[in-house]
């Protein structure tokens, strides 16, 4: 039976509500460094940031497909609506309880472990493709791992490359050329953060029998990318301030090397068509270039608080998004 139009209204709006916030929760991910050397000012690197997430954003859609069908079948439900409905209340409330807080936490993760929570307890553990899952999961895990060694390798290259020259010459160089990294991050970020957006309104009209295939449809695709360009063109200058300060003292050459690093990550997993956390992989590139640069100077305490959220995410999102199923649906 199809499920009308006001209700998937409402899930159209909760998506999108969820993409905006991932906008501004994530656009640090893109500009924190950029900001943090002074390479752009706060305004001109927000509007660069917008811009660029909105190209990617449109450019893509394997990440969609892969939200879309991995982690469960939705032609197979009957109550796909009431779990997507769950799923985006329990990841919206969790992205801007971390962001109020300041910790750069997923939002892949909170989606992810959101659905994945939802469907357990709305359609059984049967329903939950946990292969699908699991291979999500170890993209998740891994891709901050990667992004850390990327981080470390290019930042030894580059100290090595350049590290007897002036340290002022260098610094800006290093500072101009990281207009174009951002330019990168923020591309990058679009063509794997939007497509979660997109996946999961792509899932609620298979679901409800509006649409018959995992491709977004073109509405679903340009209001995705616009969301997450204006929520990016919002910023989050909480997060912003806890990647550009207080993991440690980041120079133009820093920067550089991190946005290089998290971008060449991020993209890969796209073309793969695997969903990753863009914060993951930018927080994972900043720790990478710091320790490669002085490891006693980056601030641990704070990279631990936030691996601990890392861990957590999924666990508690999943939990938060099958409570508010029970209570909406039982």
Known sequence: ?????????????????????????????????????????????????????????????????????????????????????????????????????????????????????????????????????????????????????????????????????????????????????????SFAHGTNDAQKAMGIMTFALISAGRWDSLEPPLWVKLSAATAIALGTSVGGWKIIKTLGTKIFKIEPINGFAADVSSASVIFTATLLHLPISTTHAATSSILGVGAAKRFREVKWGMAGRIIVAWFITIPIVAIMAGLIYKLMFW
Not at 23 to 31: E, L
Not at 123 to 129: E, K, P
Not at 145 to 159: D, E, N, Q, R, T
Request: proline share 3%; charged share 10%.
């Open 1 to 185: 039976m199809e499920t009308s139009l006001f209700v998937l209204a409402i899930v159209v709006f909760l998506a999108l509500a969820f993409d905006f916030i991932n906008g501004f929760h994530d656009t640090a991910n893109a500009i924190a460094m950029s900001v943090s050397t002074r390479a752009l000012k706060p305004r001109t690197a927000i509007l660069l940031a917008a811009g660029m997430n909105f190209l990617g954003a449109i450019t893509f859609t394997g990440v969609a497909k892969t939200i879309g069908g991995s982690i469960a079948d939705p032609t197979t439900l009957n109550n796909g609506i009431e779990i997507v409905i769950a799923t985006l209340i329990a990841a919206i409330i969790w992205n801007l309880a971390t962001w109020w807080f300041g910790i750069p936490s997923s939002s892949s993760h909170a989606m992810i472990g959101a659905l994945a929570g939802a469907v357990f307890v709305g359609a059984g553990a049967n329903s939950v493709n946990w292969k699908g899952f699991l291979e999500i999961v170890e993209a998740l895990v891994f891709s901050p791992l990667i992004a850390f060694a990327v981080g470390y390798i290019i930042m030894i290259i580059l100290k090595y490359t350049v590290g007897r020259r002036s340290p002022h010459t260098v610094n800006k160089g290093f500072r101009s050329m990281q207009v174009l990294t951002a330019a990168l991050q």
